[in-house]
Structures are given as C-alpha cells and as structure tokens.
C-alpha cells in the first residue's frame, strides 16, 4: 500500500475561508439604473353611477300611502311610463267627499241667491208703494191750500209721513242689497272653497300613479323600516316625502371612488383614467378625473387610513353601464420625463434613511439616496444615482452586504410604507 500524504491541519479552515470569499465575491443578482419617462399607475375600487339623475318621492299628503305595484329595478323608462301605483282608496274616498261637498257649497248659494231675489223684490213692491203714497200725499197737500186750515195741516202732515215712509223704504233697500251681496259673496267663497278642496283632492287621487318625468334606468332607494334601512318594495307604506325611486340618465356616466391621503398628491383633476368592469372584465372605457374631494375621510373598511373621493367621467356611453357596478380605475397620474428609477425591491430605509446596495467591480456600497414617488413596481430616485449603475435586489445579497459593511448593524429590510410622494 500506498503512503497517504498528511495535510497540514490549518490547510482545512483555509480552504473554507477561501471559499467563503469567493461565494461572498459572487457576482448577487443586480438590475440596471434605468433613465426614461416614468408614470404612476393608480388602481382603485370604485363604482358606476349617473352624473344627472332624478328621483322620484312619496307624495306629500296627509294620508296612509301604501305601494301597491313598483317598476322593477333595472327597466329601462321613458317619459310618461308608470313607475308606483299607491293605494287609491283613501284618495277617492276624499274625492268623493270633496264632491259633496261642492254640491252642499252650490245648493246653498242657490238658495241664499233665491232669498236675497225674493226679499229684494218685497222691497221694491214697499218702495214702489210708498213712493205712490209719497206723490199722492203732495198733490193732496198742494190741493188743500184753498180749503181750511185744518184741513191743509192734515194733508201736510200725511205728506210729512208719506216721506217719512219712502226714505224708510229707500234705507231699507239699500242695506238689503248691501247684506244680500255679503250673503251671496260668502257663499261664493264658500263654493270656490270647495272646488279648490275638490280639485286638490283631484291631483292627490293623480298623484296615486306616478310616471317618469325622463328616461332613465329604474333604482330602487332605500327607506327606513322599523330600525334598519331596506330597499322600497310593493306592499311598503313609506313616509311622504320620502325618496323611494331614482332614474339615473345615461348620457354621462361617471365612476366614484376614493384614492389615500398619500397618493392624492399623484393625482389631479384632467388625469387620464382607464376604467374596466368587473362584470365586463374584456372590456375597457376611458375617461378623465372630473373633480376631487376637498376633505378627508375615513375609508368605510375600519383600517382607520384617511381617503379623498374622486369622480371620473367616462367618455361617451354604452349600455352595459349601470349604476352601481363595480369597476377598476386605472388613474395615470404623475408623470416624470427622463427619469431614474429603480425596482421597489433596492429600494429600503434604516435609520440612517433611504439607501440602496450597488455592485461595483465586484464590491457592494451602500448608496444614500432621496425617492420620489413609485407605481408599486419601480421608484424615481431623484438624488443619488447615475443611469447605469448597478442596484442589488437579492434579499439574501443585500443581508450580506449588510453583514459584511457592518456587522453590529442591524440588517436593512426593505420599506414597507413605500418611498415618499412628490
């Protein structure tokens, strides 16, 4: 047999360490400093609805209005189409009381115009009389001044009382005229009283059917039944004056949705926005921010993140657009001509700030440098790099390169709350 050769005890550990720094010297998987014009992309949630819309509400009459029959929701209407049918029960049960009543108003009148004839017709026969009296009593008087003076005093006493009479008769006339007007003019009021009664009657016995005033697509509205808010059906009995039907116009279509307080500055009112359906998803419509909430609030998810409300107006129309389908808003926002940007995966903060990794001829540095704004998949690096370099974006190779720079420093992650907005 052969003599094994002995190695050297330390040639071992040698051989390690020498293979440790060649795998440390290899080359980590690096992306290129890209130079370009870079736009951030914003997707959020949102949903169809109608820049014009009417809605339609509870008449405002004091009486129990019950749905007898409702337009089902989504029908496409055109004006004069019915769109709730009330209960007319109690309506024409009004009617009909309204009618009698006109009825009472103008028997009365009749009558209180046939007294006032009859009595003004009295008089005129007293004053007809008594004006006969009256001029027979002054020929009789202007005859007794060729007889005795008793005589004469009598027939100008019967004179006296022969005008006495007459003016009485005229006094009594006049005032039977004055009150039989008064008598008659409130029983006139009183009769129009009574068709205006009757014809607000009427309209509220029309009002039990309710038409669409335009056209438009049927929503139904939600009211409150007992403790909760469900949507109007046949058989409710909602409060007048409420909204219980909308008919949204389909000539202009917008998207409404919210954007976070720290993406509202990439957005602005004028920015393209391409829209797609979720019920829709091969199909795409385009539109541009139409206006943008001035307050901020807190988004319906509980996440106590603070959100600003934005519409979108879609260009032009298509009948697959209804109100209240859910779509996907891609809002093209920032632009940045000849921009350097990196992946989102070099990019990270410690706390000495935001940094990347860069490869080097064979060495790793770590760069300081100042983000802008990111789509989630690359970041404009507006300080701190030149377009060509080198940027590490192996998790693994940056811990390394952090080890190695550093070893009592804690190893970088990359940022979770994304770099910082323009």
């Not at 440390?24 to 997707?43: N, S």
């Not at 006969?132 to 007794?144: F, K, Q, Y």
């Not at 829209?275 to 829709?280: K, N, P």
């Not at 940027?391 to 979770?416: G, H, M, S």
Request: proline share 6%.
């Amino acid at each position: 047999m052969g003599v094994q050769p002995k190695w050297p005890r330390w040639i071992c550990p040698l051989l390690g360490l020498v293979l440790l720094v060649a795998c440390a010297r290899q080359e980590p998987p690096t992306v290129e400093v890209r130079r370009g014009d870079f736009a951030v992309r914003l997707v959020e949630a949102g949903s169809i609805s109608a820049l014009h819309s009417t809605t339609i509400d509870v008449p405002s009459l004091r009486m129990n209005l019950q749905i007898l029959w409702l337009m089902e929701e989504g029908s496409s209407v055109a004006p004069g189409d019915t769109l709730v049918r009330f209960d007319p029960v109690e309506a024409r049960k009004l009617v009909e009381e309204k009618e009698a009543g006109l009825d009472m108003a103008l028997a009365a009148l009749r009558k209180g115009q046939a007294e006032q004839e009859s009595e003004l017709a009295s008089l005129k026969s007293t004053l007809t009389y008594d004006s006969i009296s009256w001029r027979l009593s002054g020929l009789r008087a202007e005859r007794s001044r060729w007889e005795s003076e008793v005589a004469r005093q009598v027939s100008e006493l019967q004179h006296h009382q022969a005008t006495l009479a007459l003016e009485k008769s005229l006094a009594r006339s006049r005032a039977q005229e004055a009150i039989g007007r008064e008598t008659v003019g409130s029983l006139q009021l009183k009769v129009e009283q009574a068709r205006a009664e009757l014809a607000t009657a009427r309209e509220a016995l029309d009002q039990m059917v309710i038409t669409a005033p335009r056209r438009g697509m049927v929503v139904h509205l939600p009211v409150w039944k007992g403790d909760r808010m469900e949507k109007i059906k046949a058989g409710d009995s909602p409060w007048r004056g409420s909204s219980i039907v909308e008919l949204p116009d389909f000539d202009t279509m917008l998207v409404d949705l919210s954007v976070s307080e720290v993406d509202m500055g990439l957005v602005k009112v004028g920015d393209s926005c391409s829209v797609v359906l979720d019920a829709w998803p091969d199909r795409q419509f385009s539109g541009r921010v139409m206006d943008m909430g001035v307050l901020a609030r807190e988004r319906d998810d509980e996440s106590g993140v603070k959100a600003f409300d934005l519409r979108v107006r879609l260009d032009g129309t298509d009948p697959v657009l209804k109100p209240g389908m859910n779509a996907r808003v891609t809002l093209h926002g920032f632009r940045a001509p000849d921009a350097l940007t990196v992946p989102v995966e070099a990019l990270h903060q410690d706390e000495d700030g935001w940094h990347v990794w860069l490869w080097d001829k064979g060495e790793r540095l770590r760069q300081a440098v100042q983000p802008g704004p990111g789509d989630g998949d690359r970041v404009q690096i507006r300080e701190g790099l030149t377009a060509g370099q080198r940027v590490i974006v192996d998790p693994q190779a940056l811990a390394a390169a952090a080890t190695e720079a550093n070893p009592a420093r804690k190893t970088p992650q990359p940022a979770a709350g994304g770099p910082g907005r323009p």
